[in-house]
Structure formats: structure tokens, C-alpha cells
């Protein structure tokens, strides 16, 4: 193994210490394997990781050496961008926050080189803004307390690649390395493309693992799109009621988006509210903050079911629902 300095990172050792704190480590090589470092004390262990294909990086918050990082995931969310996992996600976040039982660990797929910029960040370049965002959700990861933060640093062309085989086996690896028992993804039905194909890579990956060591829930999350439409019964509803201060410390990390132009702080804050108060037309709201994810557990569990059929049954018993409402008017 080479010296710590001739790592490649997209960030300093100095830069990444400042902004976390305590020197968690990470650092990658561009190719090939992405290696692991941590600094304590002054000394330097070093860890090797599986392979990870493209530019990855990886963040221990809290310094604990890597095994322990990736076997105490309880909660996984996988993400296509930087601040997807504290939107869709939260309620894995909370969960975990504070438990020594229970631990998130994310991963992030992209390289965050084609998000928004505007305002300040408009003459940001594209590799600048890919610094920028890489940072910024190391921050969100420390304040969230995350097991551990992986960042693959894929270009979105690759993820949303159907040929290519990059992506699924990145997570392939993380998933092996920390088999957790609840993973939160993006839903089938969300309308950005890159979400669909991180969706799509991930599944692939879920589908290698031995069926005995898969996770016992998958939930596709809300993103470009909600999930209001499902019927109520096959809603999966996630109360993150009273955990406001840390959703707005989460937010707020990602100012390179939010000061940009894009108020995603304000927009998933009053997405949760309309879960909790739009759900139940004859009884008083029972929550304030609410998450709504649609169960993918039975496409993780069974290989033979078919993405686009689940998915459109799903469309289809709206569809039932909406018709059936309006027929004793419109239907004689």
C-alpha cells in the first residue's frame, strides 16, 4: 500500500479535517479500489475496501476502524445525489441518530457534477461543484451521525447506463460488506432518471446477494415525485414527527443547492406536512412530519417478479380506486 499522501481525493486530508472535525478518513484512488484511511492520535492504519470502480470516497464520522464501520449498518439509504439520502431517507437517519443498537450508513452514486447552480455558485465549475457537494454531504453525514458515508463518484451518465455493470457491483460490495436489515432507495415510479437508475443498479445488486443475507425491507422513497397517490393500504407511512431541529440542521447543509436556487429545505418539509394532515379526511392529524414509501421488499425477495408489472399494478389499483369513487355519479 502506497503512503497516505499519494492518495488521490477530490478533497485535501486538511479540508475534509476541518469541516468534520476529527480526521475521519477516507481517501480514494481514482481507479480501480477505493482505500480506506483514518487518522487518531497521529497515527495512520490504513484499511483496504472491496473494489469500487470510479472516483469513491468514504467517511467514518466517528474514526472507528473500517470492519466495524460497515458491519454495525442497521439502516441503509442509497441515493443518486448528495442530499437525497437526508430527504428520502430521514426517517432511517432519525431512527439511528444517538442508538449504539442501531447505525445509517449512506451511499451516495454520483458525482453531484451536473446539480443546479445559480446565484453564488453560478460560475462554480463543474469539478468545483462536485467538491463542493462531496463536502457538504460529509458534513450532513457527521451532523446526522452516520455510521458511515459512501460516496461513489460515478458520473450520471454511467448510473443511468442499463449496459453497463459499474454501479450494480459497487453496491453488490457494500451490500455484502454490511448486509443491512432495512435499505431505502428511490421509488420505481420517480420521474428523474437518474433516480430510476440507481433504483435499477441496486435492485440488480440486492438480487446477487443470497436470498438469506438480503434485507428484510426495501422502501422506495419519495423524491421527483410523491407517493400521495398510492392507495392507503399499500402506503408505507413513516411518522418523523418531532425530529424538526435535526431535519433543518440536515437541510441547511446543502446551501450550494438551496442558496442556488432550489428550495428543497422548504419543499420536503412541507411535503411531510401534507403526508400528515392530507391523509385522513374525518380524524385529526395523529402526526405532523410524515414520510410516505412504497414496500419494494417483495421485488427484493422474489427474482421472478417484474419490475414493470409491479409497478404498473400499482398505478392500475389507483386507477381502480379513482374510478370506483366517481362511478355512483357519473355511471348509471
Same mark, same amino acid.
Given at each position: ?10 478533497? *485535501? ?27 487518531? &492520535? ?6 483496504? #475496501?472491496?473494489? #469500487? ?71 462554480? *465549475? ?48 457494500? #451490500? ?49 415525485? &410523491? ?17 424538526? &431541529? =435535526? ?17 428543497? &429545505? ?21 402526526? *405532523? ?14 427474482? *421472478? ?20 369513487? =366517481? ?6
Amino acid at each position: 500500500m502506497r503512503a497516505l499522501e499519494s492518495f488521490h481525493t477530490g478533497n *485535501s486530508p486538511q479540508v475534509c479535517k476541518d469541516l468534520l472535525g476529527r480526521t475521519p478518513l477516507f481517501l480514494s484512488e481514482s481507479q480501480s479500489i477505493a482505500s480506506v484511511a483514518f487518522i487518531a &492520535d497521529g497515527s495512520v492504519p490504513m484499511v483496504e #475496501l472491496p473494489l #469500487l470502480a470510479g472516483n469513491s470516497t468514504i467517511c467514518v464520522p466517528d474514526s472507528v476502524a473500517m470492519p466495524e464501520a460497515l458491519g454495525r449498518v442497521t439502516h441503509l439509504g442509497v441515493g443518486a445525489h448528495q442530499d437525497d439520502l437526508e430527504f428520502m431517507a430521514f426517517q432511517g437517519i432519525a431512527e439511528c441518530y444517538g442508538s449504539h443498537e442501531l447505525w445509517f450508513g449512506g451511499v451516495t452514486c454520483t458525482d453531484g457534477k451536473g446539480s443546479s447552480r445559480n446565484l453564488a455558485y453560478a460560475n462554480l *465549475s463543474s469539478d468545483e461543484l462536485a467538491a463542493l457537494r462531496r463536502q457538504e454531504q460529509e458534513e450532513a453525514a457527521r451532523i446526522g451521525r452516520f455510521g458511515i458515508m459512501i460516496q461513489l463518484g460515478h458520473a450520471s451518465s454511467e448510473a443511468t447506463n442499463p449496459q453497463s455493470d459499474l454501479l450494480p457491483n459497487d453496491l453488490f460490495q457494500i #451490500l455484502t460488506a454490511t448486509r443491512p436489515r432495512i435499505v431505502y432507495t428511490h421509488s420505481p415510479a420517480d420521474k428523474h432518471r437518474t433516480h430510476l437508475g440507481v433504483f435499477a443498479a441496486l435492485l440488480q445488486a440486492l438480487r446477487r446477494m443470497p436470498t438469506v443475507d438480503r434485507p428484510s425491507k426495501v422502501i422506495g422513497c419519495e423524491g421527483w415525485r &410523491d407517493l400521495d397517490w398510492l392507495c392507503d393500504g399499500e402506503k408505507v407511512r413513516m411518522d418523523v414527527s418531532g425530529r424538526g &431541529d =435535526l431535519a433543518e440542521k440536515l437541510n441547511s447543509v446543502f446551501a450550494s443547492q438551496i442558496a442556488g436556487g432550489k428550495r428543497y &429545505d422548504l419543499a420536503v418539509t412541507g411535503r411531510r406536512a401534507a403526508n400528515a394532515t392530507f391523509y385522513e379526511p374525518r380524524e385529526g392529524d395523529h402526526a *405532523s412530519q410524515v414520510l410516505v414509501g412504497i414496500d419494494l421488499t417483495p421485488l427484493v425477495m422474489d427474482d *421472478s417478479i417484474d419490475v414493470i408489472d409491479f409497478t404498473r399494478g400499482f398505478i392500475r389499483r389507483f386507477e381502480d380506486e379513482v374510478v370506483h369513487g =366517481l362511478t355512483p355519479y357519473f355511471r348509471k
